[in-house]
């Protein structure tokens, strides 16, 4: 079975300082691993996929994420958060020949001044 | 370009009733994908159809009924709702699964209450 975990449910940053947001991923054989970002009464947005290409992937919105096979990891960055990243974070994994996808619980992001 | 529309945005239903959650997506993917969203528990995926007239369970299907006689169509309906059912509704698309790395596009979902 694939599952996700995002460690911290809620994380608080200032504005300008890094933000790191983590995932850890189960699963019996190579994922594809997402990120996707939620703003307030929206649907969800994706910011980036890992797809084997490449193990350092670069998203929307300065964001990028690294995926380590020997972590089990796929955890979420950006060097400098802005106001306007306030937001909730899905991590979210499927594996070859699925067709569904494991969202993780989330994670919000809160920025302050 | 309207990409993928949900209907109602906000419900509010009594307990027993029947209620169907419509989505509608203007891109001809293949896939199309019901979730619920509840607080600690993500995305949980309801039911998923292939193609018109196929569609299969997922995490949390009981409750739940879907129907798929047009590829852009995909309502979710609530046969007899219960409050247990009260929560945020996502319907999202994707292009064939063949390139399992195909992201899904979303809604913006429906708050649905169940009193």
């Known amino acids: 079975a694939q599952s996700v975990t995002q460690l911290g449910s809620h994380v608080s940053v200032s504005e300008g300082a890094l933000v790191l947001l983590r995932c850890n991923y189960s699963?019996?054989?190579?994922?594809?691993l997402f990120w996707y970002v939620q703003y307030p009464n929206q649907g969800l947005q994706l910011l980036l996929k890992?797809?084997?290409?490449?193990?350092l992937v670069k998203g929307i919105n300065g964001f990028e994420a690294e995926f380590k096979k020997s972590e089990t990891s796929f955890h979420l960055t950006k060097p400098s958060a802005h106001m306007s990243d306030a937001a909730e974070y899905f991590c979210?994994?499927?594996?070859?020949?699925?067709?569904?996808?494991?969202f993780g619980a989330g994670t919000r992001l809160t920025v302050k001044p | 370009d309207a990409g993928i529309t949900q209907s109602p945005r906000y419900k509010i239903t009594e307990t027993g009733r029947q209620v169907t959650l419509m989505c509608h997506q203007t891109?001809?993917?293949?896939?199309m994908f019901w979730y619920r969203q509840d607080l600690g528990h993500g995305l949980r995926l309801i039911y998923y159809?292939?193609?018109?007239?196929?569609?299969d369970k997922g995490e949390v299907p009981d409750g739940y009924v879907v129907s798929r006689s047009k590829t852009e169509n995909f309502p979710l309906t609530l046969e007899s709702a219960t409050r247990s059912q009260t929560s945020v509704y996502f319907c999202?698309?994707?292009?064939?699964?063949?390139?399992?790395?195909?992201?899904?596009?979303f809604g913006p979902g429906t708050r649905l209450t169940v009193t």
């Open positions: 999202a698309s994707s292009e064939s699964m063949g390139r399992e790395w195909n992201e899904q596009y």
């Open positions: 979210a994994v499927r594996r070859q020949g699925d067709n569904d996808m494991r």
């Open positions: 159809s292939a193609a018109a007239d196929i569609t």
């Open positions: 890992y797809t084997s290409a490449a193990t």
């Open positions: 891109w001809s993917h293949s896939y």
């Open positions: 699963s019996s054989v190579p994922p594809y």
